[in-house]
Structures are given as structure tokens and as C-alpha cells.
């Protein structure tokens, strides 16, 4: 059972540039999370998403960003016109739905290995 | 949500036991609290949770004393390998719900 996937891995962007942040769920979980790390810091909420449905975007920043999770594919983390503030690690994890016998009810979460974004 | 405080940093040596404790003075009746290990350039992976008392697994053990108001990660004779940030987290068992991060405490093993 692959894990969850995050691609491109390493992503480099100009100023101004938009910037496209994939990640495939772990098989079987229907909820998305998607977290940013700045330098030498913990990591920050940033979205919640179900299939086609934004569950909590409290984290995320009201202007540039959006995210989407569509029924087909993974979802996507989409940053317009970056600033080299949104330089930073992006991580996605993702996890089984409530009514999955595996829940537990524990805060586990299983993350991706991150997109490291450098805006230049 | 409770907040941590953890230690920012911790020196130890291959072999020992290593113990990261970490203070939550306001933790509420329902929170539980949870550990989570990251290695550099990779996302953090789930280590342990509890509630109260100790819980063991293969990879380490949670000692929570009655108040709650602290809990300490140990670490039974770390490699090497050890060498990573690790996260205290307090909250409640509701799943599907974005986790709070803190700044974790960076572990480095020597040889």
C-alpha cells in the first residue's frame, strides 16, 4: 500500500509564477490536509478537503492560494503569483474517513515527503 | 487547543535513553496527547498517544502523570537514526481535523 505522494518533490518558481502542488492520497483515505513548514519552524494548518468539497480553509491565505480535491486525481495546492515568502516546505497527508474501521480515533495522520518550494 | 511547551533542543549519545518531556498546563478533560517524529526533508510519522499513565509500543513509551499537565516521550537506547524533531500535540480524539504544530524539540544523537 503506497503512502501518500507528493509531486514535484523540489519546485522552483520566478517571482510572479503560479505554482502547482500535487498529492495522491494513501489508498482508501477520502480527507486531505495540507500543511506548510517555513524554515527552522513547526508546520502550519493550511487546508482540509474532502473529495470536491473544502472542509476547513481557515489556514490558508485568502489571496493566491486555493486548493481543490476533485473526485478524479489528486489534490492540488495552487499558489498564484508567488512572492518569495511562499518559499517553504508544503506537506500533504491524508487520512481514512470515520466511518473506516481502521480510524481509531486517534490525531494519526500520514504525511507526504513534502514539496520544497524555492520562489527566486 | 492546549498549548506546549517542549525543550528546543536535546544532545544524546548512541545507546541511551532519551526523555523529552513536554509541558501542557491548561490540557482539557477530553485532550489526549501525541507524539510525532520528522526526519529531515521528510513529513512527520505518528509515534505514540495517550491519555493518562504510561502506553508503550515498539518505538517508545508516553508517561503521563495524574495531572496531565505534563508528559514525557522516552526513547529507549537511540541510534543514530533517532536524530530528528519531535512534536508534542494536545487535543481531542476528534479525527478528521487539522493537528497543531508547535516548534518540537530537535534531537541529536552522537556517536
Known amino acids: 500500500n503506497a503512502g501518500v505522494m507528493q509531486n514535484p518533490r523540489h519546485l522552483v518558481r520566478r517571482r ?19 500543511y506548510r513548514q517555513l524554515p527552522e519552524e513547526g508546520l502550519k494548518f493550511m487546508v482540509y478537503l474532502q473529495k470536491e468539497n473544502i472542509i476547513d480553509e481557515s489556514g490558508m491565505p485568502k489571496e493566491r492560494f486555493s486548493a481543490e480535491f476533485p473526485k478524479e486525481g489528486p489534490s492540488i495546492l495552487r499558489i498564484q503569483q508567488v512572492v518569495r515568502g511562499d518559499s517553504a516546505a508544503y506537506f500533504c497527508a491524508s487520512s481514512p474517513s470515520s466511518r473506516s474501521k481502521r480510524t481509531s480515533g486517534t490525531h494519526e495522520q500520514y504525511f507526504g515527503p513534502g514539496t520544497r518550494l524555492t520562489v527566486t | 487547543l492546549a498549548k506546549t511547551t517542549q525543550p528546543i533542543s536535546m544532545d ?100
Open chain 1, 16 to 34: 510572479g509564477q503560479e505554482a502547482r502542488l500535487r498529492c495522491s492520497p494513501m489508498k482508501g483515505h477520502s480527507h486531505v490536509y495540507w
Open chain 2, 12 to 111: 544524546s549519545y548512541e545507546g541511551q535513553e532519551v526523555n523529552i518531556t513536554c509541558s501542557h498546563n491548561n490540557i482539557a478533560t477530553n485532550d489526549y496527547i501525541t507524539w510525532y517524529q520528522q526526519f529531515p526533508s521528510q513529513g512527520p510519522r505518528f509515534i505514540i498517544q495517550g491519555y493518562k499513565t504510561k502506553v508503550t509500543n515498539e518505538v517508545a513509551s508516553l508517561f503521563i502523570p495524574a495531572d496531565r499537565k505534563s508528559s514525557t516521550l522516552s526513547l529507549p537506547r537511540v541510534s543514530l537514526s533517532d536524530t530528528a524533531v519531535y512534536y508534542c500535540l494536545v487535543g481531542d480524539r476528534t479525527p478528521l481535523r487539522q493537528l497543531t504544530f508547535g516548534s518540537g524539540t530537535q534531537l541529536t544523537v552522537l556517536p
